[in-house]
């Protein structure tokens, strides 16, 4: 199912109750990117960290760290606070310049470039810390990741020409279809800052999703969830992988971890610790004794 063009280019003066009832698509892979070629089997390498350094003056917060995120996989990338987990995503996702090392995506290396230009060539992301526009609705929210995507010049925007309009409309349509995907479609027309914390969280999620990534990070976005809020967060992300996504998670929540992720990388004071299937890394002895320290006796 999908909302007609016309419904689609009036959606922004439409209510929230209004927008709730009109007939959107719940697929995502169908109405946010309908044109991307959708690959759900895990195979390939479609991400590479090579001997990724990163270094603040004379502290080594990432140190010499590899692994890879294979297509159609979701990766969890774990550790005890101050295990450089953050450190390795800001440096994958260009937010630091590393001091050494590579980061490559479908081969290509990221080095060098501007945050916007590696969402455009397929990374997009998620914070800890909620970074929505408050005064903008959540409809707004997400047609503003839409326009990675857009081919418009600024002068053809301000002007309006027809080209302008098709990708105007086709985002809010793909906007909505993404917030239906999310769960908070009826939330369309709400501000962001009004939103509940669970439905900002999803938000992002739904904005992230909005630059048609090749690899989505999520940076614990379980993070103030209660139980129920987290059951239904690992759901969200088996179906974004479903519809063709790679997912790499950071989250403190084992549980959480354990019951989505295919595969587990573990960080310790910068460095690779583990590299494993969740089973595996759950009864990796170095991996207990990071998270709960060694005994008297063997630290001895």
Do not use: W
Request: aromatic share 4%; glycine share 10%.
């Amino acid at each position: 199912m999908s909302i007609s063009p016309e419904a689609g280019a009036d959606l922004t003066s439409h209510g929230p109750t209004e927008l709730a009832e009109l007939d959107i698509a719940p697929e995502v892979a169908e109405g946010a990117a309908p044109e991307r070629e959708i690959s759900v089997g895990v195979g390939d390498n479609i991400m590479e960290v090579k001997n990724l350094t990163v270094k603040f003056g004379g502290l080594v917060a990432l140190d010499d760290v590899s692994f890879n995120i294979k297509r159609g996989e979701i990766l969890g990338l774990i550790g005890p606070n101050g295990a450089g987990k953050t450190t390795c995503f800001n440096a994958m996702t260009g937010v630091y310049k590393p001091t050494s090392g590579q980061v490559l995506l479908e081969g290509e290396s990221l080095g060098g470039r501007q945050q916007h230009k590696i969402t455009r060539l397929g990374l997009a992301r998620t914070f800890q810390n909620i970074r929505l526009f408050g005064e903008m609705t959540a409809l707004e929210n997400v047609v503003v990741g839409l326009d990675a995507r857009h081919g418009t010049s600024v002068l053809g925007a301000l002007f309006r020409v027809p080209r302008h309009r098709r990708e105007e409309r086709t985002a809010i349509e793909r906007g909505m279809a993404l917030l239906e995907f999310v769960g908070i479609a009826e939330n369309a027309a709400v501000l962001s800052r009004n939103l509940s914390y669970g439905h900002q969280r999803r938000l992002e999620i739904a904005r992230a999703l909005a630059t048609d990534p090749k690899v989505l990070c999520l940076d614990e976005p379980a993070a103030g969830f209660n139980p129920a809020e987290k059951e239904e967060l690992m759901t969200l992300i088996r179906a974004i992988r479903s519809d063709g996504y790679t997912v790499l998670l950071i989250e403190h929540d084992m549980k959480l971890v354990m019951g989505v992720t295919d595969r587990i990388v573990v960080l310790e004071f910068g460095k690779k610790l583990a590299d494993g299937l969740p089973a595996e890394i759950r009864n990796d002895p170095r991996v207990v004794a990071a998270y709960l320290g060694e005994p008297e006796d063997d630290a001895a």
